[in-house]
């Protein structure tokens, strides 16, 4: 029997194996993408909303799911299509870790924060369930 021949089984256990696992990385890009969103501990959760600091709006985190996620740093706002227009849009990035099982809601507002008592233009609010 050629080594090949025998080297075919074993690769195809390592494939299926391989197939199960949850990708490292999920990215939100979407406020309304978002459904009840089920993670592992350790994936890596990339939340990308539409921002236009300029306005006077900002993302407000109203939730950080902070019992089944740790951030992994402050906003990090820039400007994908690098227009260089004075007050042209461009997106909020903020980078989450799984760090332990159990459910939570990751939820943010935006919303001028001088405004109290004007309701948010928008509001993201994810379910986030952890195993």
């Not at 990385?25 to 459904?35: I, P, Q």
């Not at 969103?37 to 939340?47: A, I, N």
């Not at 939730?63 to 820039?78: H, K, T």
Request: proline share 10%; net charge negative; hydrophobic share 35%.
């Amino acid at each position: 029997m050629s080594p090949f021949r025998q080297l075919l089984p074993l690769s195809a256990l390592l494939l299926a194996g391989c197939a199960g696992q949850p990708s490292p990385v999920v990215s939100l890009e979407d406020a309304h993408d978002c459904k009840p969103l089920r993670l592992v501990q350790g994936q890596e959760l990339v939340l990308m909303l539409p921002s236009n600091p300029t306005t006077g709006f900002r993302w407000e985190m109203r939730d950080g799911a902070s019992s089944v996620l740790r951030s992994l740093g402050p906003e990090v706002y820039s400007n994908p299509e690098d227009s260089g227009l004075i007050g042209s849009a461009g997106q909020s990035t903020w980078r989450f870790r799984v760090v332990q099982q159990g459910e939570g809601h990751l939820q943010l507002a935006y919303q001028r924060p001088w405004e109290k008592e004007v309701p948010p233009a928008q509001v993201f609010d994810c379910p986030i369930s952890a195993r």
